[in-house]
């Protein structure tokens, strides 16, 4: 298997402008993570799914940040409008059927806002 | 809730000397314990784990007791490599159902020749 797939690795974008992260989980995995990694906060989970359906969005940071999941293999993240202080590493993570403790992470996102 | 208390870094060793990165954790009922770690420029890549108390996880010379009785999940190891030079997360997933992790902030290690 490919493994936890995301895309861009890399974004580069000014502030204002709509940013789009993607993520694909593993094959047969049915929930999936959104994890946000700076140097000052940490790993902060901001949303997770379960068979497509958003369990948890308590750590969204603000209402510019939404996920979705449209079908089992696909997720996106989208911050609209993005601020300079959105700069992180975004990761996906997804796990196979409950109950199972092991996530299995992507490469991440690299976001850079100016 | 849950939390999740570990050594600050960066840990600076030579090769082949004795590694231990202390965690120490917070949950209600009993939790599963994570070592994750991530080399630069990656994910996050699960290192070890223990489900129940006593429970020693390993993996590549690497290992950690869960203790119950001091709330801990030490990471160890005898002789440290310059490919082991990373961030180690401690983590833990509670009882809520959807094996959410709760990390702890990382320690850096860095191994010199």
């Known amino acids: 298997d490919a493994g936890v797939i995301q895309s861009p690795r890399h974004e580069v974008t000014e502030m204002g402008q709509e940013v789009t992260l993607r993520c694909k989980p593993i094959?047969?995995?049915?929930?999936l993570f959104w994890y946000r990694q700076t140097m000052m906060r940490g790993l902060e989970l901001l949303i997770y799914?379960?068979?497509?359906?958003?369990?948890?969005d308590s750590g969204m940071p603000e209402d510019r940040f939404s996920a979705k999941m449209p079908n089992a293999s696909f997720s996106t993240l989208k911050i609209q409008p993005s601020e300079p202080r959105d700069s992180a590493v975004y990761f996906c993570?997804?796990?196979?059927?409950?109950?199972?403790?092991?996530?299995?992470f992507g490469p991440g996102t690299r976001l850079t806002v100016l | 809730g849950d939390s999740v208390t570990q050594m600050e870094g960066p840990v600076t060793l030579s090769e082949e000397a004795f590694l231990t990165i202390n965690c120490t954790y917070t949950?209600?009922?009993?939790?599963?314990l994570f070592w994750y770690v991530q080399y630069p420029g990656e994910g996050l890549q699960l290192l070890l784990k223990?489900?129940?108390?006593?429970d020693k996880g390993s993996n590549k010379g690497f290992e950690a007791t869960y203790r119950k009785e001091t709330t801990s999940f030490h990471l160890e190891k005898g002789s440290v490599q310059v490919s082991d030079s990373a961030v180690y997360f401690c983590?833990?997933?509670?009882?809520?159902?959807?094996?959410?992790?709760?990390f702890g902030k990382g320690t850096m290690l860095l191994v010199s020749p």
């Open positions: 799914f379960n068979n497509n359906v958003p369990i948890d």
């Open positions: 223990a489900t129940k108390a006593d």
């Open positions: 993570a997804s796990i196979p059927t409950q109950p199972y403790n092991e996530q299995f």
């Open positions: 983590a833990l997933s509670g009882n809520s159902g959807y094996s959410t992790l709760t």
């Open positions: 949950a209600t009922g009993y939790p599963s």
């Open positions: 094959s047969g995995h049915n929930s």
